[in-house]
T-cell receptor
Framework: DTEVTQTPKHLVMGMTNKKSLKCEQH?????MYWYKQKAKKPPELMFV???????INESVPSRFSPECPNSSLLNLHLHALQPEDSALYLC???????FGNGELFFGEGSRLTVL | GNSVTQMEGPVTLSEEAFLTINCTYT??????LFWYVQYPGEGLQLLLK?????DKGSNKGFEATYRKETTSFHLEKGSVQVSDSAVYFC?????????FGTGTRLQVFP
């Protein structure tokens, strides 16, 4: 199994809603990532979890709250978002932390629209 | 700091044409270099990588060589297919960062 599975694929929410994005991998990878991608732009790193602990937070607003319940799961909790937060949210994993030699495996993404 | 510069797109080619997408980088130390591909409506997939100078990465007919003297990692394919239509991202990896270029859209017509 070489997949990273993200749910839901599409999400529409109002600015007062609370929702969550979910990501799952069963490759035994010990690092997991959240990226945000706006249209026609490269992905931007948001968070990194290494061995289930948050290791990098790229100054993301607190209305985005990551959670790593176990080594296979990664959640992104969303609350009080703004329309400019509408984007494709990509989850990725790698065998070990660090970007030097490793390959990142990406999910297909969750396309979020904030009304 | 580290950075990646990619040629602007879109690149429009006929099937079986030769492809080059230019990528140059600035970096301290000895980063790894990657090409990722994003097909419409999908996430990114690693296409190929090179971890040290003079390494050549190759996959699915695509190739790129890590050239330290010109700080480049240009992507090439001898004969493109319609199914190669996608956005291609050059990326530079160090211990704590994976820096993507802005992406180059490739459109291949029959």
């Amino acid at each position: 199994d070489t997949e990273v599975t993200q749910t839901p694929k599409h999400l529409v929410m109002g600015m007062t809603n609370k929702k969550s994005l979910k990501c799952e991998q069963h490759m035994g990878h010990r690092a997991m990532y959240w990226y945000k991608q706006k249209a026609k732009k490269p992905p931007e790193l948001m968070f990194v979890y290494s061995y289930e602990k948050l290791s990098i937070n790229e100054s993301v607003p607190s209305r985005f709250s990551p959670e790593c319940p176990n080594s296979s799961l990664l959640n992104l909790h969303l609350h009080a978002l703004q329309p400019e937060d509408s984007a494709l949210y990509l989850c990725a994993s790698s065998q070990f932390p660090g970007f030097g030699n490793g390959e990142l495996f990406f999910g297909e993404g969750s396309r979020l629209t904030v009304l | 700091g580290n950075s990646v510069t990619q040629m602007e797109g879109p690149v429009t080619l006929s099937e079986e044409a030769f492809l080059t997408i230019n990528c140059t980088y600035t970096a301290t130390g000895y980063p790894s270099l990657f090409w990722y591909v994003q097909y419409p409506g999908e996430g990114l997939q690693l296409l190929l990588k090179a971890t040290k100078a003079d390494d050549k990465g190759s996959n699915k007919g695509f190739e790129a060589t890590y050239r330290k003297e010109t700080t480049s990692f240009h992507l090439e394919k001898g004969s493109v297919q319609v199914s190669d239509s996608a956005v291609y991202f050059c990326a530079l990896g160090s211990t704590d960062k994976l820096i993507f270029g802005t992406g180059t859209r490739l459109q291949v017509f029959p």
